[in-house]
C-alpha cells in the first residue's frame, strides 16, 4: 500500500467515524427521556468526539496532499525527485485528488461560509456552535432553546402584547363583547461579536496538542465570556441591554447582607404573581457561596445539603447557575422562557494563511450577530440585592 493510499483511508476512516458520532449526537438531542443535564453533558463529550476526528481526517487530508504534490513534482521533473514508475504516480496521484481539494482550493474552502462548503467549519459542525456557545455561556445555559431565535435580515423585532381587554361573563342571547389586544414590538440591531487570533506554522506542526481545535475553543469561550457580560450588565446604550436594566430590582432591609432561600422564594412568587413561571437562578459567586453555606436555625444543619454531598446547585428546584459577571451580592430569578435572544449569525470561525505570509503565521478569525436581549415584561427577571451593611 502506497502512503497515500494509507493517508486516504486514514481520511475516510476518521470522516466515517465522525458521522457515526454526529448520528449518535442527534439521537441524544431528540430524546426525551434524558434530563437538561444528561443530555448537555453528552453533547459535550460527542461533539469533542466529533472535533477530534475532524482534526484527524484534517491531519491526513493535509499530509496526502503533501505527498500528492511531492509525487506530481516527481514526474514533471522525469522521475528525478523519487524512484517511482510513472505508471504508478500517474494513476495513483489522480485516484488520490479525486478526494482532496488543491492547494487553491484548500485555501478557498477556508475562507468560505460553511453553508458553502468550508472544509474547516463544515456545515454539521457549524451547526454546533451555537450550541457550544451556549454550553460556554451561563447566561445562554438558563435559557430555553426556544427563547433563542434566529433571524435574517438587519434587525430582529419582537412582538410584544401590551394589553388585551374585552373579556366577560355573557348572558343568553346577550351581545359578545369584543375583546380588543394592543400590540407593539422592540426591535434590536444586530451587533457583531469577534475576535482574531495567531499561530505560527512551526507550532502548529510540532505541538503534540490539536493546536487549530484549542484556539477555536478559546475564541469560542471568549465570545461566550464576552456576550455574558453585556447579557448581564449592559446598559441602555450599550450594544446588548442586559438584564439587569430591564428586570425589576429589589434591595433588601439594612443588616440583610446576604441572599437566603426565602429572599428567592418571595422573589419567585413575585413572578407568579403575573402567571410567570421561574425557571432559573443566576447568583452572584459571594451569594452562591452564601447560599450554600446558609444554615438552618436552631439545628445548624446546611439548607443546601452535607458539605460531603455535592455542592448545591439547586434552590427550591431552579438550577442555580454562578456567574462572575453578576456584581457581588446579586441574585437574579427568571422566567427564561420570557427572555429572548436574537441570533443573526451562529459563532463562525475562519483561517487564513495569508494575512500575515511574511511572518508565516496562520489567522483564526470568530465573529458572530447578535440581536439584544428582551424581557416580555419586567416581572419575569427578579433581582435580589442584599443589603451593603
Do not use: C
Not at 517511482?84 to 492547494?103: A, H, K, N, T
Not at 414590538?185 to 512551526?202: C, D, H, P, R, Y
Not at 505541538?207 to 453585556?230: G, H, T
Not at 413575585?270 to 450554600?292: F, Y
Request: proline share 4%; charged share 25%.
Amino acid at each position: 500500500m502506497s502512503m497515500t493510499d494509507m493517508y486516504k483511508q486514514q481520511a475516510t476512516a476518521a470522516l466515517e467515524e465522525r458521522m457515526k458520532v454526529i448520528t449518535e449526537l442527534r439521537a441524544v438531542e431528540a430524546d426525551k427521556r434524558l434530563s437538561n443535564v444528561e443530555k448537555r453533558e453528552r453533547v459535550e463529550m460527542l461533539d469533542k468526539q466529533a472535533m477530534r476526528l475532524e482534526a484527524e481526517a484534517r491531519d491526513a487530508v493535509e499530509r496526502g496532499e503533501r505527498e500528492a504534490e511531492v509525487r506530481a513534482l516527481a514526474q514533471n521533473a522525469g522521475a528525478l525527485v523519487m524512484p517511482i514508475s510513472r505508471s504508478e504516480m500517474v494513476g495513483e496521484s489522480d485516484e488520490w485528488r479525486g478526494l482532496l481539494p488543491s492547494l487553491s482550493e484548500y485555501r478557498v474552502l477556508q475562507e468560505s461560509v460553511p453553508g458553502d462548503g468550508g472544509y474547516t467549519v463544515p456545515t454539521k459542525v457549524s451547526a454546533q456552535y451555537i450550541d457550544k456557545l451556549t454550553a460556554e455561556s451561563t447566561f445562554l445555559r438558563g435559557l430555553p432553546s426556544t427563547s433563542i431565535l434566529p433571524f435574517d435580515s438587519a434587525t430582529l423585532q419582537v412582538p410584544q402584547l401590551i394589553s388585551a381587554s374585552g373579556m366577560a361573563y355573557v348572558a343568553e342571547g346577550d351581545v359578545i363583547p369584543e375583546d380588543t389586544a394592543s400590540w407593539g414590538s422592540k426591535q434590536f440591531n444586530a451587533v457583531k461579536i469577534g475576535g482574531l487570533a495567531w499561530a505560527t506554522n512551526e507550532i502548529l506542526e510540532d505541538s503534540a496538542l490539536p493546536l487549530r481545535e484549542i484556539i477555536a475553543e478559546n475564541l469560542l469561550r471568549d465570545a461566550s465570556l464576552k456576550f455574558d457580560n453585556d447579557a448581564f450588565n449592559g446598559l441602555a446604550t450599550a450594544p446588548v441591554k442586559g438584564i439587569l436594566a430591564q428586570g425589576n430590582s429589589v434591595t433588601l432591609a439594612a443588616g440583610k447582607v446576604t441572599v437566603t432561600y426565602d429572599d428567592l422564594a418571595d422573589a419567585a412568587a413575585r413572578i407568579e404573581a403575573t402567571n410567570g413561571h421561574p425557571s432559573v437562578i443566576w447568583a452572584s459567586v459571594d451569594m452562591a457561596a452564601a447560599l450554600r453555606k446558609e444554615k438552618a436555625t436552631g439545628s445548624g444543619i446546611y439548607q443546601g445539603g452535607a458539605p460531603t454531598d455535592s455542592a448545591a446547585n439547586t434552590a427550591w428546584g431552579l438550577p442555580v447557575l454562578v456567574s462572575g459577571f453578576l456584581p457581588s451580592k446579586t441574585v437574579v430569578v427568571a422566567a427564561a422562557d420570557r427572555i429572548k435572544v436574537g441570533v443573526r449569525r451562529n459563532a463562525l470561525i475562519k483561517i487564513s494563511e495569508d494575512a500575515r505570509f511574511d511572518k508565516d503565521q496562520v489567522g483564526f478569525k470568530l465573529t458572530m450577530r447578535v440581536a439584544g436581549v428582551s424581557l416580555a415584561e419586567t416581572s419575569s427577571v427578579q433581582i435580589v440585592k442584599a443589603a451593603t451593611s
